[in-house]
């Protein structure tokens, strides 16, 4: 049972409908309040609200915080207002060229900044917001003025309103675009791929999504947003100042909307938005009136307390206090009970018959990190559909051999030949993912503020459309047992399941080649006989190639059906797990060379 | 026209040996502790009118008030540490960054509530403007003594932290706090004392800055803005490195007071350091971590 | 339970305090004082604000506006032009005013009026200058000050007519360089100064925009040194306008004269940062002091009664910002609002367009006629007008126009040569008589 509205948008949460039941409302509002100062707090909500949501989608989302998105604000105002006065170009057309505008310098200085780690990302983005003002102010001055007036010539044609009504009333539905943008997003390929990157870039990387291509989607539908909003702005106040609309207090102010209602969630931004507003005016009226600075004191103070005590936002508060509400409201739709089975295990999962075939082989492989050899002269090859252990003592490069094969490090020297076709140049492991090759993190990095669900669901799309990713999450999920955790917060696992979500997450690409490393390590002697039966579940279901990194040798040698052993980087024996484990030289290297006196002895 | 680029490059000199002098602290925190400490600007502002009142209603030199306030503002970091930071150290960046702009607005305020939006200054301390002559540009004693304390506090900090026992304490904490803790170092007196030393080198910062420019509530995100540039520019760990970028700085902004229109005075560091951390994140001078 | 029930008992009483204190009087008439109180603007800001107060108290004390009212001042912070909007907004919706008094800053001036327009609510305009503030058709908009084309203006006018032969110099021979703030007022004043210098043939040699986040001028100032100005107009605000006077001085810039116009020239922390080298600054812009033999009897004793209210209740000696606020809604609530016991904002816009205030009976040179809601100047003080004081020890003297002067100005002497004895002072006054 489906519940769609009409425009065939799939509303299937409760906390959506709540959302535009109050939209909703929030129209009926605007077209009878008569109260002008009701209704200019109003129009500053659903401005605010807008602007909050779209910074959402670059920094709630994708995890990018921008502190200079009040420049898109100023690009937008300033393009429609400049088109307007100086060649009568309406604002309906204004704003998208501001927006264009808004996205072009976007791209110029937050595409190269989003590979900066976290605090200078946001040095980036303050400086973009000054570099943005300083030329327009240049701008500006040069043409003899400063500030720029509109004058009052109201016309549905020059976005210009006789009644605050409708100022109100276009804020609205401004906000319910943004918001169906939103919902759309966040229901789409594009959004779990969004979202995945905020949470943990390197694990979307390795499911197939590229994360400098998704943030900058996710930047250029935030800046065109900001930017229109900058139009209304300007139309709205009739008025544009450079210290106006390119201030960096606005641009907190903005991340805050979104941080204070709830960060990455569709309410979020407009409960901070209104929140936020009636608060700086009351404050201002009744304290900032009387005692100027104590208004603001006190705003400080709140900010640094907020920050404290309540960094999930209002909403992380709320929800608890309401759950029992939004449950009686419409359910959700189980997704994952859709019976049909319409996915298709490609071919190549299906057990092969040539077991000899190579699938792949490591040539001459060589690591170095300054005058380290991590990994030296390294030859192996892997056939289709074994497991493949890789043991050795710390530090004998098994971690970074699997970083060169899955594209987090790039060789120094040598050659890795997956399906006969050279991957050793190719440096980016979203790519390597798409050609076939899978990999968990020794130290898991599950997507944690999403759902195990949808923690699956971000590899599945790489090779398949929504409804059969659906499908084909909820077979991987049962697969590694983990069905009736399906909607619990991946961080809100312990790790036993935690490393089978990391499973599921390898195994949700449809690699030909899944690369495990220590899925074992820090689990008790009982998790550890449930991940194996996990393991050997998915080699015989799906028969894809498996090489693994284990500690643990009682698992590894049962499992395997060859094994490498690494020590220094060099690769020391070869062979079935019965031979290496009386091999002399593993045994020095794992014990030391008084063992192997012993060993020999004995 | 060689006269003019001897005049701009020693009043680069000058000005850059400011900026070295109030980023330092924040490469000490920002750098080294890790700590986001957007309200840097503030404790300038603070250190500056300290110095004022000292001066306007005690009558006590600047350059001598630092005795008073270089323990007033160590203390004054305390209670920062105590209060403020520590219950945000292990907290993601972003909070950090929001608590410390809400720090900063509560500083900005509290200065406006009760010294008044005024801008203060004080006259030259050496009667009668005494100066140098450098390569016949004139130096005031004011801003010769920024160059002559800059130097000294920076050797004394860069000594501290390489060969001191709390100095290399400092250090090992803030690259592994968990090891250093198991090596028997009290982390949390390490969090205040960075603090302090850094606040105590802002307030002296004040000090020696205060009779070159006046000072009001609003100043501070000026200068904050500035240390961050410094600092990151300058490769975040290295105290040299922050003294010498300083200079840079100064020396870039002189150039740039006088050959382009003043919005874009800032707009210069500003694209330096965009393309710094495109480039060459590490800074000028920092050495990459392994 | 008991602390919260205190607490309670407390949050109950507080937020009926505030409810009850907005109701009010019904013998009370409110008006909105709508300035920037917080942020970069809020000295100005405040010393405005304090003018508007001494006035309402003063009319109060006169038995107060339409019809007997007693006045009550609600205050709004202005501190950008989105917070003006919106404190604009609310005191109309929320308060009820239909008179508001402000603004001192054009930039957050501008929405405000907007708004307080559209609304049919008289905005009594202080002290914003910029010139297009009148011209936008606000039939409920009267300001008192000068434009700032007026004052750049006099800028020309007087460098050219005074300072150049004071040098022996003529206008094209006079060498200009006006360093002025990016924002609306800078452009109004300082950018105006530029245009009206050129045009009174003064050889204009740089105009130097700045931006206020700006620490350090020196660099600045060094390129003006190579201009080797004759005169320099500093148009900037308290903090700005000191640092670029230590500046100058620290890199030996020796123009013949300094042209301030601004809140620094007349504030005394100038002097405290410059001591002696503060005196002998021009300070062109609108002001107070005029010629005491000038003015009328009228004119001294308000302004009299104005200085002891002021002092007394905000412990220092009025500013400038706080005479012309002063003036301009002592003008409106004196002689606007008693004419009438109606609150009909058209009928008291007509009101206002028909007085005619005399320039000698206040003591900034400036009289009171609004143009009328036809002009293209609407609302606009047609009898507005700069003036010139010079600044000897922390006061300043009028020296331009002659008829309002007390002594002529003064040729300056060069810095650290720049101490003026109060026997100086007593001669120059008495060379006018």
Known sequence: MRRSLKFGLNIKFNREYAVFFFLFLFIIVSIFIKNEFVLHLLVLSFLYASLGSAWNIVGGMAGQFSLGHAAFLGIGAYSSAFLYLKYGLTPWIGMIIGGVISVFVGILVFYPSFRLREFYFVIATIAFLELIRSIIVYWRISEGGIDTYIPFVPSLKNMIFEAKNSYAILMVLFLIAVIIIEILIKNSKMGYYIRAIGENSDAAEMVGVSSSRYKLYALIISAFITAIAGTFFAQYFLFVSPTMVFSFPLSVQIALFAIMGGIGTVEGPIIGAIILTILDTYFRAWIGGSYGAVGSLIYGFMLMIFVIFLPGGILSWIEPKFKYLFKKLPGPVDEMLIERESFVLPKELTKSERKNEIILEVKSLKKNFGGLTAVNSLNFKVHKGEILGLIGPNGSGKTTTFNLLSGFLKPSEGKILFENEEISTINSPNRICKKGIGRTFQLVKPFGGMTVFENVMVGALLKRGISEAKNYSAYIIKLVGLWDFRYEYARALPLPFLKRLEIAKGLSTSPKLLLLDECMAGLNATEKKELMDVLRNIKEKLGITLMIIEHDMKSIMSLSDRIIVLNYGSKIAEGKPEEISRNAAVISAYLGLESEKNAKNS | ?290 | MKLSKKIMGSVVVIILFFCLSTFGYSQEIKVGSVHPLTGPRALPGIESHNGTEIAVDMQNSLGGILGGKRIRIVKGDAKDPEAAASETERLISTEGVKIIFGTYSSTCGAPAHQVAGRRGVLYFENIATEDTLTQRGNKFLIRFNNKGSQIGEMIADYSANFIAPMYNKKPTELKMVVVRLNDAWGTAIGGTAVKKSKEAKINVVGDFPYDLSVIDFKAMLIKIKSLDPDVIVFNSYATDGINLMKAARSIDLKPKAIIGSGVWACIPETGKALGDDANYIYDIESGFGVNPKYISEKAKKITAEFEKRYKEKFGVEPPSNSYLAFWSAWIALHEILTKTSELDTQKIRIIASEIDISEKDTNTGMGAKYAPTDHPDAGHNLKSTPIVRQRFNDKLYVVYPTKFAVCKGQKDPGWGKKKVSDEQIINWLKEMK
Not at chain 2, 149 to 156: D, G, K, L, S
Not at chain 2, 190 to 203: D, R
């Open chain 2, 1 to 290: 026209m060689e006269k003019i680029f001897i005049e701009l490059l020693i009043n680069g000199i000058v000005l850059g040996s400011i900026f070295a002098l109030f980023s330092i602290g924040l490469t000490l925190i920002f750098g080294i502790m890790k700590i986001v400490n957007f309200a840097h600007g503030e404790y300038i502002m603070l250190g500056m009118y300290a110095s004022f009142w000292l001066f306007s209603l005690m009558g006590i030199n600047p350059y001598l008030s630092i005795i008073i306030i270089a323990p007033l503002f160590f203390f004054i970091g305390y209670l920062s540490q105590k209060f403020v930071i520590q219950p945000i150290l292990n907290s993601p960046m972003v909070a950090q960054l929001l608590a410390t702009v809400g720090l900063g607005i509560v500083m900005q305020n509290f200065a406006l509530l009760f010294w008044s939006a005024d801008p203060r200054s004080i006259q030259e301390v050496f009667i009668g403007r005494q100066g140098i002559e450098m390569l016949g540009v004139k130096i005031s004693y004011e801003e010769l003594m920024a160059f002559i304390i800059a130097t000294p506090m920076n050797i004394c900090l860069f000594i501290f932290l390489k060969y001191t026992k709390l100095g290399k304490a400092l250090r090992a904490t803030s690259q592994d706090m968990q090891a250093a803790k198991l090596m028997g170092i009290d982390v949390d007196k390490i969090y205040w004392i960075a603090f302090a030393i850094s606040s105590a080198s802002v307030g002296i910062a004040g000090s020696v800055i205060l009779p070159i420019y006046p000072v009001n509530p609003t100043i501070g995100i000026n200068f904050g803005l500035i240390a961050f540039v410094v600092v990151i520019l300058g490769g975040i760990t290295s105290i040299n490195g922050t003294f010498i970028t300083g200079i840079i700085i100064g020396i870039i902004d002189s150039f740039s007071g006088y050959l382009l229109p003043s919005v874009f005075k800032e707009s210069s560091f500003f694209i330096i350091l965009l393309l710094i951390l495109w480039f060459r994140p590490i800074g000028l001078f920092g050495r990459a971590l392994a």
